[in-house]
């Protein structure tokens, strides 16, 4: 019904209380602003109060919810420290086994190395060749972020195994075989290793493939490899420009500078260390060889091939290796004739003389180890002291095949297919013929030549007639003592009368001038030629006799020197002098021995048979970077063995 205009107020305000109470009923299950419709032109808004039961508490309920308050706040406390806490000790925990981890994996005693590393390359890798460029890529990139695996603690500080070698006190005596690095990537890797001794190369004159792929093989049963790369090589200017860059960066790192003249400073040994390793205790040798299109036959062109390399890289190394030796590359091993070998070795010391620097440059032969006869051995050794080279690399890997390992062992079929591969085999089974070759070769050497002392001053016959290589071979020097009438001391007493009697007739009388005169003459009378008393003016003006004349003097002279026998002679070659002629290097020759050396009692037992240095390339490969440390420690434990025996 209709309301009067009185009783609009009161309904109005009825009905406003109701919308309230309905907005409040909402409010609490949806606490978002009510907006009511503006019935004017601003427009009117009406916000109701927020009436959240969360807002809403009884006073006697005000302390209870604090002390909830409270402890929600320590719990929340409590649980953000014990994350803290975790996180801390997670942070620590990852950056401990970093750091240790480091330490172990670039530790070349970390076993990791050989029992993990090597299987996962052979694993990943079937291709022995492609497992080996790719160890080398590694280490090379490892080096370079400081990452490569190294000899720590500086075990050779103690110098218990320290060794004179060309006038370098090496710290120990162990060297890395050529075949490692054949381009010269990773050279400062492998002297960290604890290697006093690296061989980078073959290097040849002109860059060359080698033999077509597979090349290399591996014979896992027996821990040996056979392989036929025949000489890959980037060429001597390739391998010269890295030796180079290297010299030149170390020289900057000392503050030298870049150019020229601070390269020569240091290869002059201003820098202290020796300039081909660049590291002091530490050698550096390059191993050079012919192109393999270079016939054998022409010897005036394989010298120039010799000499191409010696001129390109001798100035960045301490010793040229000669390699004559190889068994892939056909002929080459006809390059260990005496004569052949003779005028290779003597272009080469004669180029190497010549360097542009202070420290010399030694020069060495590689020999291989199948030609082992005796005029084999005794040509080598000749041909090393008339080209006045500075020893003999014994020896390389071997056309022969030995047999399996322990004895009665029989092989895979895989691996003795393997044996049928054409090369060189290297591996355990050699270390017996390298110790005995580089006892043959120690005793050769010690004795000096033979050749030059015989055929430095021939007959009239032999200076008109041609040489007979078979009356050459004949008359050689036990042939000649043979002749020699042989002499037995005095025993019984009428012999001893005789003697005494004998050397009363031939003592000079006991006056001053003979008493004078004795003491102006040299104890021993030696050849002019070897007679260090005489000046070179008096040498030079005093009258020379006939060839033959001199010939006789000489022997006859050395006959009357006392030498003390060598066990392995006889007692007539002891009573012959085997002094070298002085245009000899009368020094004593250097022996690199390799071939099957796997352990430090091997090595020991090879440098007690003659060698200076015991060299490993096999026993790397398998054995992986830490091989070096190992053979260090080993030898180590076999000279305490020794002295407690």
């Not at 401990?96 to 172990?104: E, R, V």
């Not at 240091?266 to 002091?280: I, K, R, T």
């Not at 002094?579 to 352990?599: E, H, L, N, Y």
Request: proline share 7%.
């Amino acid at each position: 019904m209709p309301c009067s205009a009185a009783s609009f107020p009161r309904a109005f305000s009825l009905s406003s209380i109701l919308v309230f109470r309905a907005a409040a009923r909402r409010r609490l299950h949806h606490p978002a602003r009510i907006r009511f419709p503006s019935n004017s032109r601003n427009g009117l808004r009406f916000a109701l109060p927020n009436t959240s039961t969360s807002h809403w508490r009884l006073a006697s309920t005000a302390t209870t919810s604090t002390t909830a308050t409270a402890s929600q706040v320590s719990r929340k406390d409590a649980r953000s420290l014990v994350t803290r806490l975790k996180n801390l000790f997670l942070g620590t925990t990852i950056t401990l086994a970093t750091i240790l981890g480091y330490y172990y994996v670039t530790d070349t005693r970390a076993s990791i190395h050989e029992w993990l590393v090597i299987p996962c390359l052979r694993y990943f890798y079937e291709d022995a060749e492609d497992a080996h460029e790719f160890g080398n890529r590694a280490l090379k990139a490892l080096y370079s972020f400081g990452l490569h695996p190294r000899e720590r603690s500086n075990p050779d500080s103690q110098g218990d195994l320290a060794v004179e070698v060309f006038g370098h006190t090496l710290l120990n005596p162990i060297g890395t075989s050529a075949g490692i690095d054949k381009h010269c990537d990773i050279p400062d890797a492998l002297l960290g290793a604890g290697t006093a001794v690296i061989e980078i190369g073959g290097v040849t004159p002109l860059p060359q493939e080698g033999n077509p792929a597979p090349r290399v093989w591996r014979i896992p049963s027996q821990r040996a490899l056979i392989n036929r790369y025949g000489f890959n090589s980037e060429g001597a200017d390739h391998v010269a420009m890295r030796l180079r860059q290297r010299v030149r960066q170390y020289a900057q790192n000392l503050g030298f500078g870049v150019d020229q003249e601070a390269e020569q400073r240091v290869l002059d040994g201003e820098a202290g260390v020796p300039p081909g390793s660049l590291q002091q205790g530490k050698l550096m040798a390059v191993q050079i060889g012919k192109n393999s299109w270079t016939q054998i036959e022409d010897i005036e062109s394989v010298k120039k091939d010799y000499v191409y390399c010696v001129d390109a890289l001798a100035r960045w190394a301490d010793i040229l290796v000669v390699n004559v030796s190889s068994p892939n590359s056909p002929g080459l091993r006809g390059l260990q004739k005496v004569e052949p070998l003779t005028a290779i070795l003597t272009a080469v010391v004669d180029a190497a003389r010549k360097v542009k620097r202070k420290t010399p440059v030694r020069v060495m032969v590689k020999v291989s180890p199948d030609e082992d006869s005796e005029e084999d051995v005794s040509g080598i050794c000749d041909a090393v002291w008339e080209s006045n080279a500075d020893g003999i690399v014994v020896g390389n890997t071997t056309r022969k095949r030995p047999d399996p390992t322990p004895e009665g062992f029989l092989l895979p079929a895989r691996e003795q297919k393997i044996l049928l591969e054409q090369g060189g085999y290297s591996g355990p089974q050699t270390f017996g013929r390298t110790v005995a070759l580089v006892k043959r070769y120690r005793a050769m050497l010690d004795k000096g030549s033979y050749r030059e002392v015989y055929d430095e001053s021939p007959s009239s016959e032999t200076e008109t007639t041609p040489k007979d290589p078979k009356h050459s071979e004949s008359t050689s020097i036990g042939n000649l003592l043979e002749t020699q009438p042989e002499t037995h001391p005095p025993t019984t007493p009428e012999e001893i009368d005789q003697s005494v009697t004998r050397d009363r007739q031939h003592m000079k009388p006991e006056t001053p001038e003979a008493e004078v005169e004795s003491k102006s003459q040299p104890l021993i009378r030696l050849p002019k030629r070897n007679n260090p008393f005489l000046s070179s003016s008096t040498t030079a003006d005093s009258p020379k006799p006939s060839a033959p004349q001199q010939h006789d003097e000489d022997l006859a002279a050395s006959s009357s020197t006392d030498t003390t026998p060598s066990p392995s002679l006889s007692p007539k070659i002891s009573s012959i002098s085997t002094t070298p002629p002085p245009s000899m290097d009368q020094s004593r020759k250097v022996i690199f021995a390799t071939g099957g050396i796997t352990s430090g009692a091997q090595a020991l037992e090879v440098l007690d048979a003659g060698a200076d240095v015991a060299q490993v390339y096999t026993a790397l490969v398998y054995g992986g970077i830490g091989t070096i440390s190992k053979l260090k420690l080993g030898m180590r434990e076999e000279l305490q063995r020794r002295k407690k025996q």
